[in-house]
């Protein structure tokens, strides 16, 4: 008979065991970082043909440079370290956790042009992407792992600015069993409220990937 009991991480499915990592490579905050600028002048700019075939080949350099030193994802630090914006990822926007609890998190940061959907406005998917970040969040500090996000609903209360500082806020509303609800808004420096999110997050089964 399987055991659908919630039991030890070893257990669930070969879910590797995530947790913040310590003492990560000074230096992979400034690849971050460099990374994100790149996104950003990527979609910003307009050079001749030379200069994007230049700049190619300092990326494909890079590339190689890693290639060659892939890790499993509990191993790899981008992703995992608090102290940096986007917790060293760089595909994720430039926010840091400055707040943590068993009553929520609070995560301050802003967008940049490179998550730009027009007119100089957060691109709408890319709300729904933080917010998912953020329920993850709220979950990890809770001590509530491994989770799936079972479903996640954005309202957009006004339009989302880039270069502006923004502050976020999550918690858990409700539990049932392995269901956990959250809320969490997201507004401007002045207080604005700009969307707001609730959604539901899963905690997994023994056999659930």
């Not at 914006?85 to 400055?98: F, I, M």
Request: net charge negative; charged share 15%; proline share 9%.
């Amino acid at each position: 008979m399987t055991d659908t009991a919630d039991t030890a991480p070893g257990t669930r499915g070969g879910f590797p065991q995530i947790s913040p990592v310590e003492n990560a490579p000074p230096e992979l905050g400034r690849f971050a970082a460099a990374m994100r600028r790149l996104q950003d002048l990527t979609v910003s700019t307009n050079p001749d043909g030379s200069i994007w075939a230049s700049a190619a080949q300092h990326v494909e350099n890079a590339c190689a440079l890693l290639n060659g030193h892939q890790a499993p994802e509990h191993v790899t630090p981008a992703g995992r370290v608090l102290e940096l914006p986007g917790l060293g990822h760089p595909l994720l926007p430039p926010w840091t956790l400055t707040e943590s609890g068993p009553d929520g998190v609070t995560m301050q940061g802003h967008f940049t042009r490179s998550h730009v959907g027009g007119n100089n406005a957060v691109h709408g998917g890319m709300i729904p992407l933080f917010y998912d970040w953020l329920f993850g969040m709220v979950v990890s500090t809770a001590g509530i792992r491994p989770t799936r996000t079972a479903y996640l609903h954005v309202d957009y209360r006004k339009i989302t600015p880039i270069d502006e500082p923004l502050i976020a806020k999550g918690r858990i509303s409700d539990t049932d069993g392995r269901k956990v609800f959250i809320s969490s808004t997201m507004t401007s420096a002045d207080g604005s409220l700009l969307s707001e999110a609730n959604g539901l997050m899963v905690r997994l089964l023994p056999h659930q990937p």
